[in-house]
């Protein structure tokens, strides 16, 4: 339970960052939103290779792996997407460290989502 609330609370900092960052008078620029669709996708790769592998095989395995680079780039287009649009000058640079702030925050309540009911126990991701 308490992972649970520790998890929930991070993830509403984390959009807190976001939603500051676009919100606040000074910046009034929704472009960094788009980061959303990232936080959608990211976990979607590794998502699915852990229903397609078998994990009693202590070997590397491709799809896994496949499934790590491809999470790995969804999650550095999300940090890269932010300073993309500052240095273009549609957003200002405070804007996008709260993006980032935002973005490390999230990314890090999905890591720890996958690491407190990523086992195989009773009540698992697995069954949603």
Request: one cysteine or more.
């Amino acid at each position: 339970v308490v992972a649970l609330i520790s998890l929930s609370f991070g993830g509403a900092v984390g959009l807190m960052f976001l939603m500051l960052g676009c919100a606040l008078p000074q910046y009034n620029q929704y472009w960094p939103l788009f980061v959303l669709f990232f936080y959608i996708l990211s976990p979607i790769p590794y998502c699915i290779a852990r229903r397609l592998v078998d994990d009693t095989d202590a070997t590397s395995n491709a799809c896994k792996e496949l499934a790590i680079f491809l999470t790995t780039g969804i999650v550095v287009s999300a940090f890269g997407l932010p300073i993309v649009f500052a240095r273009a000058e549609l957003i200002y640079w405070g804007a996008c460290a709260l993006v980032l702030t935002g973005n490390t925050v999230i990314f890090a309540t999905i890591l720890g989502f996958f690491l407190v009911f990523g086992s195989s126990d009773d009540f698992s991701w697995q069954q949603w």
